[in-house]
């Protein structure tokens, strides 16, 4: 899923965070010990399959060359973790900027083109400072619901001929050509 990748694009490019402070969770990152910066960390918790689906269609090859092809698509609910972390008050205070970004122009409009979707945005964050121990990070996290279509297409051949069997018990076994093409 790519998802983690859009919502990171998004969150950096609003809150103007460095490549440096913001991953896609289970990277094993750390916090520097004495860093007082915002850190961010963005996970999809959770994926629901709605719907698969294949179709026929010509593309163009990288020739530039059309062949017949076949594009898969999966549809499906998402829903993405986003903690921010600091060792100030920052994650506190910065908090609603988040919203503020999952719901900006440039989110909008790289919803369109890469087809997916952010939900409802939730009305609260959830205060996971206690997650972290003795430590003295200050930690929220939010979730947020998205739908999202993930596509590929690939060559295949496409037949318009088929041998058909048609049998019964009664009967025995017909074979014939299924012509499929238009006339």
């Given at each position: 899923?790519?998802?983690?990748?859009?919502?990171?694009?998004?969150?950096?490019?609003?809150?103007?965070?460095?490549q440096?402070?913001i991953?896609?969770?289970?990277?094993?990152?750390?916090?520097?010990?004495?860093?007082?910066?915002?850190?961010?960390?963005?996970?999809?918790?959770?994926?629901?399959?709605?719907?698969?689906?294949?179709?026929?269609?010509?593309?163009?090859?990288?020739?530039?060359?059309?062949?017949?092809?076949?594009?898969?698509?999966?549809?499906g609910?998402?829903?993405?973790?986003?903690?921010?972390?600091?060792?100030?008050?920052?994650?506190?205070?910065?908090?609603?900027?988040?919203?503020?970004?999952?719901?900006?122009?440039?989110?909008?409009?790289?919803?369109?083109?890469?087809?997916?979707?952010?939900?409802?945005?939730?009305?609260?964050?959830?205060?996971?400072?206690d997650?972290?121990?003795?430590?003295?990070?200050?930690?929220?996290?939010?979730?947020?619901?998205a739908?999202?279509?993930?596509?590929?297409?690939?060559?295949t051949?496409?037949y318009?001929t088929?041998?058909?069997?048609?049998?019964?018990?009664?009967q025995?076994?017909?074979?014939?050509?299924?012509?499929?093409?238009?006339?």
């Amino acid at each position: 899923m790519q998802i983690e990748e859009f919502m990171v694009d998004i969150i950096r490019k609003e809150m103007n965070l460095d490549q440096q402070h913001i991953w896609i969770q289970a990277q094993n990152r750390k916090i520097p010990p004495q860093s007082d910066n915002l850190y961010c960390v963005v996970g999809c918790v959770d994926f629901t399959p709605i719907s698969s689906k294949s179709i026929f269609k010509p593309f163009l090859n990288d020739d530039k060359e059309e062949v017949q092809g076949e594009e898969q698509t999966v549809y499906g609910r998402a829903v993405v973790q986003i903690d921010l972390l600091s060792r100030s008050n920052e994650a506190r205070i910065r908090r609603a900027e988040v919203l503020m970004a999952l719901n900006s122009y440039y989110s909008k409009n790289l919803q369109c083109e890469k087809h997916f979707r952010i939900f409802e945005l939730p009305q609260t964050f959830i205060n996971t400072s206690d997650l972290e121990g003795g430590s003295d990070i200050n930690r929220f996290t939010i979730r947020i619901p998205a739908m999202i279509s993930e596509s590929r297409i690939k060559a295949t051949d496409y037949y318009d001929t088929f041998q058909a069997q048609i049998s019964n018990e009664e009967q025995s076994v017909d074979t014939f050509d299924l012509n499929l093409a238009e006339d």
